[in-house]
C-alpha cells in the first residue's frame, strides 16, 4: 500500500507576501487501495467534501491523466479547510503525486512545483507542502523556483477561528496597486526576514514579520482579532505575529522555551475558535509504501 503525506502550510509570513512558506506538522494523508470501476474516497470530513472525481485531489490527479484508472482512496486531514493552512494546496500536491504513482511519470519535486503553481496561481504554499522547511519561492507565470532552509527552533502558536475564510474573499480587497514607498519598505523588510531565518536570528525574523503593507493592511478589517492577538502576544514575548496566508488563521512566532506560558496567556483572550501549539515540519510531501 502506498500512502501520500503533505503537512499544512503557512503562507506570507507578513512581508513575504505570495512568496515566502513554512510547512506545519498537520498532515493530509493518502493511502492508495483497490483499483475499482469509479473514484471513492473513504473520509470522515464531513458531507461538504466530495468523495467522487469533484474532490480536488482526484479533479488534479484526473487534470494530469485524464483516463487514470479509478481506486479507492483512504484519506485523513488535520488540516482546517479554508481557515490559511493550505488544505487547498495540500489536496493539489497530493492529487498530483496520486497521478505520478499510479501513472508512473516519474515527476521530481521541480516538476511537481511547475505544475502546483499553475493550479494554484501562487508558490507560497505548494512549495512549502513540497519541500518542507522555510520557503522563499518565486513565480512569473511562467516557471517558478523555490529554496527551502531550516527555520530557526520556535513554535508556532495558531489561533484558527471558527468561521471559514474565503482566499477568493481575502484577495479581492487587495489594490490592484501599491505605493513605491509601501512596495520597498515591505520587500526589505521580506529580504530581511530571509536572511535572519538563514542566520537563525528568530527575534529580527519575528520583527520582520510585523512590517507587511502588501495585504495586512487591507485584510485587517476582515480578521480583527490579528491586532488583539498581536498586542497580547507582543507583551508576553513572542517574537513575531502574523496572518497566516489569506486568513483567518493568525499565528504567533515564539522561542520554543517559552511556548507553553505565553499560549497559556493567549487563551486567555476572547476569541471563538481554538489554538494549537504546531512546529515547523522540517519535511514536505513524502510516500511511504
Ligand atoms: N499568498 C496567498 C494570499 C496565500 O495571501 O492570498 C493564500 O492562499
Not at 503562507?11 to 470501476?37: K, M, V, W
Not at 507565470?141 to 527555520?151: I, L
Not at 481575502?170 to 521580506?190: E, G, H, I, N, Q
Amino acid at each position: 500500500m502506498t500512502t501520500i503525506r503533505v503537512p499544512a502550510t503557512s503562507a506570507n509570513l507578513g512581508p513575504g507576501f505570495d512568496s515566502i512558506g513554512l510547512a506545519l506538522n498537520l498532515y493530509l494523508t493518502i493511502t492508495i487501495g483497490e483499483a475499482r470501476s469509479d473514484w471513492f474516497i473513504d473520509h470522515e470530513m464531513g458531507a461538504d467534501v466530495p468523495t467522487d472525481e469533484h474532490n480536488l485531489i482526484i479533479k488534479t490527479a484526473l487534470a494530469l491523466i485524464p483516463d487514470l484508472e479509478p481506486h479507492r482512496l483512504v484519506m485523513r486531514s488535520e488540516i482546517p479547510l479554508a481557515r490559511g493552512l493550505g488544505s487547498s494546496s495540500s489536496a493539489i500536491i497530493a492529487g498530483i503525486e496520486l497521478a505520478n504513482q499510479l501513472g508512473n511519470l516519474d515527476l521530481t519535486d521541480y516538476d511537481l512545483l511547475q505544475i502546483a503553481v499553475k493550479l494554484e496561481g501562487h508558490p507560497d504554499n505548494v512549495a512549502p507542502a513540497i519541500y518542507g522547511g522555510f520557503v522563499t519561492a518565486t513565480y512569473d507565470e511562467v516557471e517558478a523556483d523555490a529554496v527551502s532552509a531550516p527555520f530557526p527552533a520556535a513554535r508556532a502558536l495558531t489561533f484558527i477561528p471558527d468561521a471559514e475564510l474565503l482566499t477568493s474573499a481575502s484577495r479581492a480587497v487587495l489594490p490592484a496597486k501599491l505605493p513605491l514607498r509601501a512596495a520597498v519598505t515591505t520587500s526589505s523588510a521580506a529580504n530581511v526576514l530571509v536572511a535572519a531565518v538563514l542566520r537563525g536570528d528568530l527575534e529580527l525574523a519575528g520583527r520582520m514579520m510585523e512590517r507587511d503593507q502588501f495585504h495586512e493592511t487591507y485584510r485587517g478589517k476582515l480578521v480583527p482579532h490579528l491586532e488583539q492577538i498581536r498586542e497580547r502576544a507582543r507583551e508576553c514575548g513572542a517574537c513575531g505575529t502574523y496572518l497566516s496566508g489569506a486568513g483567518p488563521t493568525v499565528i504567533s512566532m515564539v522561542p520554543t522555551q517559552n511556548a507553553a506560558a505565553i499560549l497559556d496567556e493567549l487563551e486567555t483572550l476572547p476569541l471563538k475558535g481554538r489554538w494549537l501549539n504546531l512546529a515547523i515540519a522540517p519535511a514536505g510531501l513524502a510516500i511511504e509504501k
